[in-house]
């Protein structure tokens, strides 16, 4: 009996089983709360939670939209700069050797932590937190694309250069598609980071979001709303991620990685 | 050219651009003649952080601590779930999604429930930079554990090996590089977690020190603190490439660039 089970939940498709673990810990979640009493600033049961986020969607939309705005121009800001310098790289050797070290060298720093500099430069406000939130997304896609564009097979670049084909034409039909697996993989990344340090710059930087959310709900002992503030904020996050990888499967729809395991 | 001498070269070019920008910088911030600017001249920087090298050295102190003690716990309970996960299929059945999922939550978001929990000292700190270090210990610890080549298992068998000495001898050797990977994540991710956590009702360490500064507009302190914030992530890293180096010489990823083993 045991070992039929076992296997019936091994058969299960992956994400049923995410499904049916999270339902698991939101059961037994509500049933701690209830039956030990935890007090609801400790730990709110998923009850209370939920009715917050029904009773309070209107803050919470509202809130939501300058995150929103602050993540999807850094990200675009900072993926296209990072594209741009990124090709320059491939063009000219001298300047990869000059940058690239520079740009690897600068990625160690703790972005989101400077956003007090950033502020102090650009003031309070979209400047600074979309700035954070390009450089973010900059240093990861710079350093993947460049490491793309170079990955293009060399039979494939004789055989462009023998059919004559121009500069504008190789990119377009053989290096840009070869670097898109790499520029994929540092966006699965970039994409829940640009949410994370748009919500963290929004403590320092301004005084609207889900980040001010978070901490606004939190000094007011409003716990139930932090919960829900939280929530949202990982909803837009897993939301960037599968955008990315429904982006690749429709893009890459050629490539091994999308073949391989399935 | 050799290739020895080609990196030389390259590094020469990087640090030489280094240089002229950091001299047009200074010289630029002294030209324009400003009063404090937001955006200081590096002089201006340095001269502060020696000034000021004892408000610097008590608030390294505590994001030192947050950051290691943070890291450390966080990898020992990683390393410790994923050797569970390995030996009982069932429980990395169960949890692996669920870790998965509690993953995907931008964990420096709930820095204020960690401070309702623990409340605004080490504690609270210490629990975001061990719940920083703890996921990507895990994803990496299980990768690594499950690499192993499975002709060293049958061996081992063969020889009549016991759990633990296959552990030891095989399994925990061939994680070894993929767990470096997960640490060489982790110690930036904490000492980054340990600064923004600061930033929250503490009255110690650099991230408190950054904030203090940008409300009381003292740029060179301000950007004094980042550069030994950056510092900080710097050398942690560079420490552990050292032990990768030290503890895995036999493998490729040291030999070759002394980067992380590809995903």
């Given amino acids: 009996m045991r070992k039929m089970s076992s296997r019936t939940w091994r058969n299960l498709p992956g994400w049923s089983k995410v499904m049916l673990s999270f339902a698991i810990l939101i059961v037994l979640w509500q049933l701690a709360t209830s039956l030990l009493q935890i007090p609801p600033y400790l730990l709110p049961s998923p009850a209370i939670i939920s009715r917050t986020l029904v009773d309070q969607r209107a803050i919470l939309l509202k809130q939501l939209q300058p995150t929103l705005l602050e993540a999807a121009c850094g990200f675009l800001l900072g993926n296209t700069a990072a594209a741009l310098l990124a090709m320059w790289f491939v063009k000219s050797a001298t300047a990869e050797r000059a940058l690239l070290p520079l740009a690897i060298a600068l990625r160690s720093i703790p972005i989101v932590a400077i956003t007090p500099v950033i502020t102090l430069v650009l003031g309070r406000g979209y400047a600074t937190t979309i700035f954070i939130v390009g450089l973010v997304t900059f240093f990861p896609t710079l350093v993947n694309t460049t490491k793309g564009l170079r990955s293009v097979s060399k039979d494939a670049e004789e055989l462009l250069s023998v059919l004559a084909a121009t500069e504008g034409q190789a990119f377009r039909l053989l290096k840009i598609p070869s670097a898109l697996p790499y520029i994929f993989s540092a966006m699965r990344v970039t994409g829940p980071g640009s949410v994370l340090g748009a919500l963290v710059s929004e403590w320092v930087a301004t005084d609207r979001g889900l980040g001010f959310l978070i901490l606004d709900s939190q000094s007011r002992w409003q716990i139930s709303l932090v919960w829900a503030a939280i929530i949202v904020a990982t909803l837009l996050a897993v939301t960037a991620f599968g955008l990315v990888g429904l982006a690749e499967r429709r893009l890459l729809s050629w490539h091994e990685s999308m073949n391989g395991e399935g | ?263």
């Fill in chain 2, 1 to 263: 050219m050799t290739p020895s001498l080609l990196t030389k070269l390259k590094n020469g070019l990087s640090l030489s651009l280094i240089i002229l920008l950091v001299l047009v910088w200074e010289l630029t911030i002294q030209f324009l003649g400003l009063k404090n600017p937001p955006v200081p001249a590096p002089s201006q920087v340095l001269v502060a952080l020696f000034e000021a090298r004892l408000v610097f050295l008590t608030n390294l102190f505590p994001t030192l601590a947050e950051a290691a003690g943070g890291f450390f716990l966080g990898n020992l309970i990683a390393v410790a779930t994923a050797m569970l996960f390995v030996r009982h299929r069932a429980i990395e059945e169960t949890f692996y999604p669920l870790a998965v999922v509690l993953h995907s939550i931008p964990l420096m978001a709930i820095i204020p429930l960690l401070i309702i929990w623990f409340g605004p000292g080490y504690a609270s700190k210490v629990a975001l930079t061990t719940l920083v270090s703890f996921f990507p210990g895990l994803v990496n610890t299980v990768k690594g554990l499950k690499s192993v080549n499975p002709q060293a298992l049958e061996l081992m068998e063969v020889w009549g090996a016991r759990g633990w000495t296959v552990f030891w001898k095989v399994r925990l050797p061939s994680a070894l590089p993929y767990i470096f990977a997960g640490l060489k994540i982790a110690a930036p991710a904490s000492v980054l977690g340990a600064v923004v956590a600061e930033w929250i009702g503490s009255r110690q360490g650099i991230g408190f020190l950054m904030l203090w500064e940008m409300f009381n507009y003292n740029p060179p302190r301000l950007w004094g603190a980042m550069v030994i914030s950056a510092g900080v992530t710097m050398l942690s890293f560079w420490l552990l490439s050292l032990v990768e180096r030290l503890a895995i010489p036999w493998h490729e990823s040291v030999q070759q660039t002394g980067g992380a083993p590809k995903e």
